[in-house]
Antibody, heavy 121, light 105 residues
Framework: QLQLQESGPGLVKPSETLSLTCTVS??????????WGWIRQPPGKGLEWIGI???????HYNPSLKSRLTISVDTSKNQFSLKLSSVTAADTAVYYC?????????????WGQGTLVTVSS | SYVLTQPPSVSVAPGQTARITCGGD??????VHWYQQKPGQAPVLVIY???DRPSGIPERFSGSNSGNTATLTISRVAAGDEADYYC????????FGGGTKLTVL
């Protein structure tokens, strides 16, 4: 049974860097069949795609976040991570990690439970 | 840039059929995926590739896609189907619709 679990600070100060890790269990992050992704949801709002990474390290980012975003993978720990710099209150959201099927027509078939990150001083 | 348009809300009586639309320019030429999100929970994939169902999703959930509209259809709606539903496509980037709140009357 594949499981994904987000972890990281729940409170980040404005202008600092938001860092989250997604730990994958019940499956290998090095599988050639899947990508891995991040999605966020501001309180009371809809879903926003953040970015996708392959086990090789190849990435694809949301253009609106690209200048502040780094997604990386650690195959030895079966984890992938998100760093978002220069955060503001607009980055307050529940952050989800997910497995991505089909690199050509991607969809998210397994999701973590999500973690709320609040940006506030 | 490509935009997906969903109605903010849809209401249906128990036992009836709910249809949730997702509009986009020539969306019929794209593959549409649908997610169900209940309050306080992570989204769950309910339809992929327009009309395929993941294992464990009831047959009451079906999808179609043609022209400028994709549709998620939920037959014999029950109280447990009350949730937000999001459509999603790939258009150079991953795009989500704004979401539709399904209310079971």
């Amino acid at each position: 049974q594949l499981q994904l679990q987000e972890s990281g600070p729940g409170l980040v100060k404005p202008s600092e860097t938001l860092s989250l890790t997604c730990t994958v269990s019940g499956g290998s992050i090095s599988s050639s069949s899947y990508y891995w992704g991040w999605i966020r949801q501001p309180p009371g709002k809809g879903l926003e795609w953040i970015g996708i990474i392959y086990y090789s390290g190849s990435t694809h980012y949301n253009p609106s976040l690209k200048s502040r975003l780094t997604i990386s993978v650690d195959t030895s720990k079966n984890q992938f991570s998100l760093k978002l710099s220069s955060v503001t209150a607009a980055d307050t959201a529940v952050y989800y990690c997910a497995r991505v099927s089909d690199q050509l027509l991607p969809y998210f078939d397994h999701w973590g439970q999500g973690t709320l990150v609040t940006v506030s001083s | 840039s490509y935009v997906l348009t969903q109605p903010p809300s849809v209401s249906v009586a128990p036992g009836q059929t709910a249809r949730i639309t997702c509009g986009g320019d020539s969306i019929g030429s794209k593959s549409v995926h649908w997610y169900q999100q209940k309050p306080g929970q992570a989204p769950v994939l309910v339809i992929y590739y327009d009309s395929d169902r993941p294992s464990g999703i009831p047959e009451r959930f079906s999808g179609s896609n043609s022209g400028n509209t994709a549709t998620l259809t939920i037959s014999r709606v029950a109280a447990g189907d009350e949730a937000d539903y999001y459509c999603q496509v790939w258009d150079i980037n991953v795009l989500f619709g704004g979401g539709t709140k399904l209310t079971v009357l």
